[in-house]
T-cell receptor, first 111, second 114 residues
Framework: GQSLEQPSEVTAVEGAIVQINCTYQTSGFYGLSWYQQHDGGAPTFLSYNALDGLEETGRFSSFLSRSDSYGYLLLQELQMKDSASYFCALNYGGSQGNLIFGKGTKLSVKP | EPEVTQTPSHQVTQMGQEVILRCVPISNHLYFYWYRQILGQKVEFLVSFYNNEISEKSEIFDDQFSVERPDGSNFTLKIRSTKLEDSAMYFC????????????FGSGTRLTVV
């Protein structure tokens, strides 16, 4: 089977940098995705890593190391609006698009 | 920005009743999905749909569940004989051919079975 582990909660201050780690176990996958979810809202796509290395999208970056079964999401210049839950997810399946989600990390950004 | 639209936003139903959750995916997307999220838990895959047929389903998606794309725009999830444990937020999602832009999720239908 497949499983993902993330910290349940992270707290940081406005303007800081925070890294949310994700370790996984899987027999095969196509890539690692990250989604943001505000309370009561829909998951919103942030980033996708198909290959090892860093992907940068504005203030957000995501990293994947297949050899270490590890990835992370890096959020820079934190803003209050970044307070949300962040999920890593494995892309698998014949169409590459089915997702297995981790349990999520609740990020609280303090002033 | 194109959106995935789900209706209703809330649905309360009695145990044993049938419910139909409706979704309008983004028009040029090819892959459609249903996920659910029990309160406070992770998002769980239910079913994927491509080319007018189910491409994959999870062990959660048993005979109680069915999906349809009755016309060119709607995508529905039917739950027959609902159970208390079916109470959850149900998300519809769609995506393009590639995965690099991820899914677009709808805002969800909160189903409460009483």
């Amino acid at each position: 089977g497949q499983s993902l582990e993330q910290p349940s909660e992270v707290t940081a201050v406005e303007g800081a940098i925070v890294q949310i780690n994700c370790t996984y176990q899987t027999s095969g996958f196509y890539g690692l995705s990250w989604y943001q979810q505000h309370d009561g809202g829909a998951p919103t796509f942030l980033s996708y890593n198909a290959l090892d290395g860093l992907e940068e999208t504005g203030r957000f970056s995501s990293f994947l190391s297949r050899s270490d079964s590890y990835g992370y999401l890096l959020l820079q210049e934190l803003q209050m609006k970044d307070s949300a839950s962040y999920f890593c997810a494995l892309n698998y399946g014949g169409s590459q698009g089915n997702l297995i989600f981790g349990k999520g990390t609740k990020l609280s950004v303090k002033p | 920005e194109p959106e995935v639209t789900q209706t209703p936003s809330h649905q309360v139903t009695q145990m044993g009743q049938e419910v139909i959750l409706r979704c309008v995916p983004i028009s040029n997307h090819l892959y459609f999905y249903w996920y659910r999220q029990i309160l406070g838990q992770k998002v769980e895959f239910l079913v994927s749909f491509y080319n007018n047929e189910i491409s994959e389903k999870s062990e959660i998606f048993d005979d109680q569940f069915s999906v349809e794309r009755p016309d060119g725009s709607n995508f529905t999830l039917k739950i027959r004989s609902t159970k208390l444990e079916d109470s959850a937020m149900y998300f519809c999602a769609s995506r393009e051919q590639g995965v690099r832009r991820g899914y677009t999720f709808g805002s969800g239908t909160r189903l409460t079975v009483v």
